[in-house]
């Protein structure tokens, strides 16, 4: 059943989304992205963070080959885009998003841990762009998510080549954040899932929504856009908390 594909689990304010088919390395399908997409357009109530990761092994392995469908370049390229706004979902929800990641981080795998906010990656982690090997181009949102953490020229060679990179050369490039020992991922994503989920939710969702978003602006545009940004938060309510907590030297207690 499609609902097996993605098995979500809820714990407090945190929800893990576990991508569920281990016989295609979890490679993704039609199915499995709107499910993905149900979740995050409306996450049950009181979940402030969410965790996505893989089963038996793997992340993801991109887009399922095997399930392809013949398209003509219009039916093509509006796939293409519902990709992109799925990862525009999963990116500006306002919910903190960790990446647990070990096995195949590939493909459309690699796009959609790159529209996370914090990635993990264990030992067994290889992050690849395998598309030129297949005579296509990447369709999922890679030229901007991944393009823009490593670089135009760096994609380039790696789309051109078809390089791996392990999970210590994916830290040194930023397409991880973590580096963590094997099965130590999903107990990482734990502790910073509930560190996050801790914050204020208004600061939380404005990292997400303004930090990018203010890198794609001129200089004073982004500036201007930051100080409206510590206008609000630093006006909120959960401000006064934090400061009061600070001088008390205690915990602050967020709405």
Not at 39 to 47: C, I, L, T
Not at 127 to 154: C, K, N, S, W, Y
Request: proline share 4%; aromatic share 6%; hydrophobic share 40%.
């Amino acid at each position: 059943m499609a609902d097996d594909m993605l098995k979500v689990g809820i714990d407090g304010a945190i929800a893990t989304l576990t991508m569920n088919r281990p016989a295609k390395r979890n490679a993704m399908c039609d199915e499995l992205m709107e499910l993905i997409d149900g979740f995050f357009r409306a996450p049950p109530e009181g979940v402030r963070v969410v965790i996505l990761t893989g089963t038996e092994g793997h992340y993801c392995s991109g887009l399922d080959l095997s399930e392809h469908v013949s398209r003509d370049a219009e039916g093509t390229m509006r796939h293409s885009r519902n990709w992109h706004r799925v990862m525009e979902t999963i990116r500006y929800s306002g919910l903190p998003v960790i990446s647990a990641m070990f096995g195949a981080v590939i493909g459309g795998g690699l796009e959609m841990a790159c529209a996370t906010h914090v990635r993990i990656a264990e030992p067994s982690t290889v992050f690849q762009l395998p598309e030129g090997m297949r005579g296509i181009f990447v369709g999922g949102g890679a030229t901007v998510h991944v393009g823009r953490i490593i670089g135009a020229d760096r994609m380039c060679e790696m789309m051109l080549t078809g390089r791996k990179f392990g999970a210590e050369e994916g830290f040194m490039l930023g397409l991880t954040h973590y580096t963590v020992g094997e099965g130590e991922a999903m107990p990482l994503a734990r502790k910073l899932a509930a560190k996050i989920a801790k914050n204020a939710t208004l600061s939380n969702y404005m990292m997400i929504q303004a930090i990018s978003r203010i890198d794609d602006m001129s200089r004073s545009d982004g500036l201007f856009a930051e100080s409206l940004c510590a206008a609000v938060s630093q006006t909120s309510p959960d401000a006064e908390e934090g400061l009061k907590a600070f001088l008390e030297k205690r915990a602050p207690v967020f709405r």
